[in-house]
């Protein structure tokens, strides 16, 4: 399926990998290819349309940061959490205490550094069942469309289509999934 990717497209997938791993999420959900689109098309009409929508990739990227409460369990998990009697800033003030500060931060690793002493890979992260379908629900567009490839503007229509809460609720905060979709139709239909 990926050859009949776009280079933007491509782009979207290995910058949605990397902004994955930069925010820490255990894996590569939506809102990561929403970033993806909004990073590898930045120069494109598609660019222009989701920045004049105000979906940049710095105010989603700030977003994220915030609903994750900048930790790798979110502001909801650290309130369930601490309904059972546990709170997670006396934890991690604990645990630094006694084994450093920043001890439970991961380091960024060079490529190198992510290889075992076996060569394989370590700390890859692997796509969410969501945004798996994203790109399916992509290539379907494509597909209905009778496109000859699959670009990022297919996967923000799978993006929207997919209707994953996250995602769509970052769009959302700057216009309706539904003009979202009917702006990126009227792009790929000028383009066509």
């Known amino acids: 399926m990926f050859e009949r990717f776009t280079t933007e497209a491509r782009a979207t997938v290995v910058v949605a990998q ?12 939506p809102e990561h290819l929403l ?8 120069a494109t009409e598609l660019g ?18 915030e609903l994750r409460g900048g930790q790798a369990l979110g502001a909801e998990d650290a309130e369930a959490l601490r309904s059972i009697g546990i709170d997670l800033d ?35 992260t692997p796509f969410a069942p ?10 379907r567009e494509a597909l209905a469309r009778k496109d000859t490839g699959i ?14 809460g996250v995602a769509c609720g970052l769009i959302e905060e700057h216009l309706t999934t539904a003009e ?5 139709v009227a792009l790929l239909d000028r383009a066509a």
């Not at 990397?18 to 959900?29: H, K, Q, V």
């Not at 222009?48 to 940061?65: H, I, K, Q, S, W």
């Not at 205490?97 to 890859?124: K, Q, T, V």
């Not at 979202?180 to 990126?184: A, E, G, H, S, T």
């Open 90 to 124: 006396a934890v991690r003030e604990s645990l630094e205490a006694s084994f450093g500060e920043d001890a439970l931060d991961r380091p960024d690793l060079g490529a190198d550094e992510r290889r075992g002493w076996l060569g394989r890979r370590i700390g890859h």
């Open 180 to 184: 979202l979709r009917r702006r990126v």
């Open 18 to 29: 990397d902004e994955a791993r930069a925010l820490r999420a255990p894996r590569i959900g």
């Open 48 to 65: 222009a349309l989701l920045d004049e929508a105000g979906l940049t990739a710095e105010a989603v990227r700030a977003r994220l940061t």
């Open 35 to 42: 970033l993806g689109v909004l990073v590898a098309a930045h």
């Open 130 to 139: 969501e945004a798996k379908k994203v790109i399916e629900l992509g290539l």
């Open 151 to 164: 670009s990022a503007e297919h996967l923000v229509l799978g993006l929207v289509r997919g209707g994953d």
